[in-house]
T-cell receptor
Framework: AQKITQTQPGMFVQEKEAVTLDCTYD???????LFWYKQPSSGEMIFLIY??????QNATEGRYSLNFQKARKSANLVISASQLGDSAMYFC?????????????FGQGTELSVKP | GAGVSQSPRYKVAKRGQDVALRCDPI?????LFWYQQALGQGPEFLTY????????KSGLPSDRFFAERPEGSVSTLKIQRTQQEDSAVYLC????????????????FGAGSRLTVL
């Protein structure tokens, strides 16, 4: 069975600094996708970044990058130049490519607080 | 619509009441998902529709939970005889096409319906 583990319940970072949010996963599948979502206090889940298991390069989207280490089964999110608006819950998720419908399995989340 | 719309945003029910939560996905999105998110936890999968067909309901916690999407667009999640443990945020998400690459199949979420059972 697939499983996502986020070991940091809460993180603090100073504004303008970089922060890494940890995510490890467990799957027996060879083809899968990894996602990060942001959930501000308003409640809506916002898609940030995606990494496919066969992608050779780490994904980047603006200030977000995904440090993908397949052998270690880790997919850490790096946020550069943190902003106050980055304060939110962050969820790592994965999906099996061949699972019909492609449901996402989520981790427990990390609450990020950006200090001014 | 421009995004996934859920209603009501907040619902308070007395234990034993039935509730219905509505999800209006992005127009043209084939797939629709329901998730349950308890306070301080990650979302847990409930059920999945491809058009009007419910292809996976493995996450529904009991037979008190029922979901439908009769015309392949709007979906309703119904909870019968609500219990206190049903208190959670219920998130709906839609995606364009399950047959494409996973990278093209991003789930877009609504803001959720917060259910409180007294």
């Amino acid at each position: 069975a697939q499983k996502i583990t986020q070991t940091q319940p809460g993180m603090f970072v100073q504004e303008k600094e970089a922060v890494t949010l940890d995510c490890t996963y467990d799957t027996s599948d060879q083809s899968y996708g990894l996602f990060w979502y942001k959930q501000p206090s308003s409640g809506e889940m916002i898609f940030l970044i995606y990494q496919g298991s066969y992608d050779e390069q780490n994904a980047t989207e603006g200030r977000y990058s995904l440090n993908f280490q397949k052998a270690r089964k880790s997919a850490n999110l790096v946020i550069s130049a943190s902003q106050l608006g980055d304060s939110a819950m962050y969820f790592c998720a994965m999906r099996d490519f061949y699972n019909q419908g492609g449901k996402l399995i989520f981790g427990q989340g990390t609450e990020l607080s950006v200090k001014p | 619509g421009a995004g996934v719309s859920q209603s009501p945003r907040y619902k308070v029910a007395k234990r034993g009441q039935d509730v219905a939560l509505r999800c209006d996905p992005i127009s043209g999105h084939v797939s629709l998902f329901w998730y349950q998110q308890a306070l301080g936890q990650g979302p847990e999968f409930l059920t999945y529709f491809q058009n009007e067909a419910q292809l996976d309901k493995s996450g529904l916690p009991s037979d008190r939970f029922f979901a439908e999407r009769p015309e392949g667009s709007v979906s309703t999640l119904k909870i019968q005889r609500t219990q206190q443990e049903d208190s959670a945020v219920y998130l709906c998400a839609s995606s364009l096409d399950p047959s494409g690459r996973a990278g093209a199949n991003v789930l877009t979420f609504g803001a959720g319906s917060r259910l409180t059972v007294l």
